[in-house]
T-cell receptor, first 115, second 110 residues
Framework: GAVVSQHPSRVICKSGTSVKIECRSLDFQATTMFWYRQFPKQSLMLMATSNEGSKATYEQGVEKDKFLINHASLTLSTLTVTSAHPEDSSFYIC???????????FGPGTRLTVT | RKEVEQDPGPFNVPEGATVAFNCTYSNSASQSFFWYRQDCRKEPKLLMSVYSSGNEDGRFTAQLNRASQYISLLIRDSKLSDSATYLCVVNPPMLYQLTFGKGTKLSVIP
């Protein structure tokens, strides 16, 4: 149980384009989903927390107009990186927290390369 | 003081060795504690939750000392497959977010 999927697993895009990443909880309902970013040899950095049906809460320094988050259902959250730049190239990982639980379960991540 | 601090590593140990990782956290009101492992270029995976009474899962033992704000992970009889980065993770009070340590890299050598 507690499986989280992410799509796509890898994407290469040109500078200035937008990329959408999907995060799905497959066998449980996730009231809260989280989006992280991890640069090489760095720890995971929380970007935003998204609750189903409400606006996401962004961490300090994360531009909400650049990283659009939509949590339309209890099993799906999307992150759209708008007007991507090479410095946005990173490993983006989502996680989901089940209702009443403390643990977070992570998706397999999306490796974004902006050329 | 950083919110979650871990041994910097890397730890290079032979197969069969016992290895211990330590972690300290700054928020004394933190409620939940976890160890995750992360393989290279992969997502973190929950290894075990850490309880006040300590808990064991096979070769892995986790301990929590709330007075010292200290968490440990002991791995006995190390296997090659244990090679990974081990992340100490804390759930601050009143928040759903997790706070991650930078991780300690373990390499188990044949």
């Amino acid at each position: 149980g507690a499986v989280v999927s992410q799509h796509p697993s890898r994407v290469i895009c040109k500078s200035g384009t937008s990329v959408k990443i999907e995060c799905r909880s497959l066998d449980f309902q996730a009231t809260t989903m989280f989006w992280y970013r991890q640069f090489p040899k760095q720890s995971l950095m929380l970007m935003a927390t998204s609750n189903e049906g409400s606006k996401a809460t962004y961490e300090q320094g994360v531009e909400k107009d650049k990283f659009l988050i939509n949590h339309a259902s209890l099993t799906l959250s999307t992150l759209t990186v708008t007007s991507a730049h090479p410095e946005d190239s990173s490993f983006y990982i989502c996680s989901a927290r089940a209702l009443g639980g403390d643990e977070q379960y992570f998706g397999p991540g999306t490796r974004l390369t902006v050329t | 003081r950083k919110e979650v601090e871990q041994d910097p590593g890397p730890f290079n140990v032979p197969e069969g060795a016992t290895v211990a990782f330590n972690c300290t956290y700054s928020n004394s009101a933190s409620q939940s504690f976890f160890w995750y492992r992360q393989d290279c270029r992969k997502e973190p995976k929950l290894l075990m939750s850490v309880y006040s009474s300590g808990n064991e899962d096979g070769r892995f033992t986790a301990q929590l000392n709330r007075a010292s704000q200290y968490i440990s992970l002991l791995i006995r009889d190390s296997k090659l497959s244990d090679s990974a980065t081990y992340l100490c993770v804390v759930n601050p009070p009143m928040l759903y977010q997790l706070t991650f340590g930078k991780g300690t890299k373990l390499s188990v050598i044949p």
